[in-house]
């Protein structure tokens, strides 16, 4: 994890319904990071000053069934888990992989344009998720949804 991850293939493997067992480890502990991995399979957490003997603790609770990961960031998992459910889209929809893309390229204040470049895409399909994120989060324009992403990160899938 200290390198970029494809979330997407790890939510792939973690519903393939093999036997593996995902655990991060050496995350930088930013919440938004850590509910991400949650969302795409990841059932254990290692920090990266964890010693050995955590190491092998987090293995057995993970296998076992058990949350692994220090406290502080099973109490922002809840938290979130608490936040996502008191605060879902309208429709009951959540939004999709690109949607949220999208969304959080909104929080940083780009245009339409610059979201099309960076995710590679045309922005008449940007505008498309763009209408997408808004009615689903029953947001009038744009800047709302920039407000609303930084407010509650956890949107974000």
Same mark, same amino acid.
């Given at each position: ?5 494809? *979330?997407? #293939?790890?939510?792939?493997? %973690?519903?393939? !319904?093999? $036997?593996?067992?995902? &655990? %991060?480890?050496?995350?930088? /502990?930013?919440?938004? @990071?850590?509910?991400?991995? !949650?969302?795409?399979?990841?059932? !254990?957490?290692?920090?990266? @000053?964890?010693?050995? /003997? /955590? *190491?092998?603790?987090?293995?057995? @609770? #993970? ?6 990961? =220090?406290?502080? &960031?099973?109490? %922002?998992?809840?938290? #979130? ?5 008191? @605060? =879902?889209?309208?429709? !009951? #929809? ?11 390229? &909104?929080?940083?204040?780009?245009? $339409?344009?610059?979201? %099309? ?10 505008? +498309?998720?763009? +209408? $997408? ?6 947001? =009038? ?9 930084? /407010?509650? =990160?956890? *949107?974000?899938?």
């Amino acid at each position: 994890m200290t390198q970029p991850i494809d *979330l997407d #293939a790890v939510r792939l493997l %973690a519903i393939s !319904g093999s $036997n593996v067992v995902l &655990i %991060a480890m050496g995350l930088k /502990e930013q919440r938004q @990071d850590i509910i991400r991995c !949650g969302r795409a399979g990841f059932v !254990g957490y290692v920090s990266r @000053d964890s010693t050995v /003997e /955590e *190491l092998a603790k987090t293995m057995l @609770d #993970a296998v076992a069934g058990r949350l692994a990961c =220090p406290e502080e &960031i099973s109490g %922002a998992l809840l938290r #979130a888990l608490f936040r996502q459910t008191s @605060d =879902p889209a309208p429709d !009951g #929809a959540p939004l999709t992989k690109r949607e949220s893309d999208v969304l959080q390229l &909104i929080g940083h204040g780009m245009t $339409n344009k610059e979201i %099309a470049r960076e995710l590679g895409l045309s922005v008449a399909t940007v505008k +498309h998720h763009v +209408h $997408n994120v808004l009615e689903k989060l029953s947001l =009038p324009r744009r800047s709302h949804a920039m407000r609303k992403v930084r /407010e509650k =990160p956890w *949107l974000l899938g």
